[in-house]
């Protein structure tokens, strides 16, 4: 049971807001990596054209990007533990930024390929990395705001990504839109290795701030340089954790469908380039707003309320789940208008659960183990992330079918929120391990 606050604890409105600061840092990362990834599906057209790709091609594509990322999900929630956020968040956007540049100059597929399998290397550490600062930089009753944040950025990178993306690959050709990915790329990473530090490191942090944090529940950062986690058997064996994965497996497959595939959908139904991108915008504009005002603001709302902590964030996770079975009212319509209102409520639902999701690795994860937990947890995402393109790609020719298979995933996800997941509290640490006074 999470302990009533003390009578002296600082009120938010009586400290400085530099943990903000980080929170739009983080967000303006993950807006940046999404730019980079709904790139490829706005150019999708003019890949078939250059390259000869099929819609199974284009399926096995849009997946490599999520190969290099799963497989590194579990070893990179260990590195986090051992390393820090700052070094391997610099590292990864130096890498991602070195990825759209060579996709720009790919001189063919196996190139073009090689790049978006780099890709995936370069964005591994990103949600488990920042993931991991907010836990250190936010107290438990801001922390599904600070979440929103950044998990807001990708719902409204592809809201704005597919439009800007579509307007550079109209007027320009594909190969210079992923060129203008690979500069702000690298831009991000120039800014994220000068400015982001763990609050311990953190200099223009003030002691008033850095106790709110201490008081409020922030994660407590070890002291020791090389810091132990629960091992990843342990983490794995851990029914809240499993369920935490069942659920984001089912809302990270219907993410994946529908970031490579909803331009491709939109054109099915008989739409331009352009027009196409502008439906596909909708939605992600959408569940922008939803990720950030109920799945960031109102569950911290409610909570420092005095609402309880568990049935706030299992009520958004499950409600939020379910509003994304209308992906389902998609299956029957050949009006966009139509169709465009039902993805925007599954997608608007998802976004809702989405920041609530992103912010449990750092209230269920034994002393250090965040980042592994965080690796676990987006492990199963780019799995999912795998599948969804490469299953749709299969079923290009009957999208209500891939709608149908989402819809399934979600109600297997939801499941798991409910009956493995339970209360949101820390697990126990293993045993012969205990912390230190």
């Known amino acids: 049971m999470t302990p009533a606050p003390a009578p002296d604890r600082i009120g938010p409105e009586a400290v400085p807001r530099r943990r903000w600061r980080v929170a739009v840092l983080l967000g303006t990362g993950v807006l940046v990596n999404y730019f980079d990834r709904v790139n490829l599906s706005v150019a999708g057209p003019a890949l078939h054209t250059e390259f000869g790709l099929s819609a199974v091609g284009f399926g ?12 590194l999900q579990l070893p990179m929630g260990v590195l986090l533990d051992r390393f820090g956020v700052r070094a391997l968040g610099s590292i990864g956007a130096f890498i991602w930024s070195i990825a759209s540049f060579g996709a720009a100059a790919a001189p063919g597929l196996r190139t073009f390929f090689s790049m978006r399998l780099l890709l995936g290397v370069g964005e591994a550490p990103t949600f488990p990395a920042y993931a991991k600062a907010t836990g250190y930089w936010f107290p438990r009753d801001e922390r599904s705001l600070a979440t929103a944040v950044f998990d807001g950025a990708a719902k409204f990178g592809p809201a704005i990504g597919v439009l800007l993306m579509g307007v550079l690959t109209v007027s320009f050709g594909w190969r210079f839109s992923f060129a203008v990915t690979g500069l702000v790329s690298f831009l991000y990473f120039v800014a994220f290795y000068f400015v982001y530090r763990d609050p311990k490191d953190d200099r223009g942090l003030s002691s008033v701030e850095r106790r709110y944090l201490a008081e409020g529940g922030a994660q407590p950062e070890s002291a020791t340089k090389k810091p132990e986690g629960a091992p990843l058997a342990y983490l794995l064996r851990q029914r809240k954790v499993q369920g935490l994965v069942a659920g984001f497996f089912g809302y990270n497959y219907s993410f994946y469908l529908l970031l490579y595939w909803l331009p491709s959908y939109f054109s099915a139904l008989h739409l331009d380039t352009l027009h196409s991108a502008f439906y596909t915008s909708v939605p992600w504009l959408v569940a922008t707003a939803t990720d950030l005002l109920i799945g960031g603001w ?37 009006n966009p208008a139509i169709a465009v209102i039902w993805i925007s409520i599954a997608l608007g639902g998802l976004a809702a659960a989405a920041p609530v999701g992103w912010s449990i690795p750092s209230l269920i994860a034994p002393r250090d183990s965040v980042g592994s937990v965080g690796g676990i947890l987006n492990f199963g995402n780019q799995v999912a992330g795998i599948l969804a393109p490469v299953v749709t790609g299969y079923l290009a020719g009957s999208f209500s079918n891939a709608f149908g298979v989402a819809a399934v995933l979600l109600l297997l996800g939801i499941a798991g929120y ?11 640490e293993p045993a ?3 912390l230190e006074a």
């Not at 096995?60 to 497989?71: C, E, H, K, Q, R």
């Not at 309320?305 to 079975?325: E, F, H, K, N």
Request: charged content about 15%; proline content about 3%; some cysteine.
């Open 60 to 71: 096995y594509l849009s997946g490599a990007f999520n190969w290099t990322y799963a497989a």
């Open 298 to 334: 109102l569950v911290d709302a409610l909570i420092r309320r005095g609402a309880r902590d568990t049935v706030v964030r299992q009520t958004v996770l499950i409600a939020g789940t379910s509003c994304g079975l209308a992906i389902a009212g998609a299956m029957s319509t050949q």
């Open 418 to 428: 409910i009956f493995l997941l339970g209360k949101i509290e820390p697990v126990p």
């Open 432 to 434: 012969g391990r205990h």
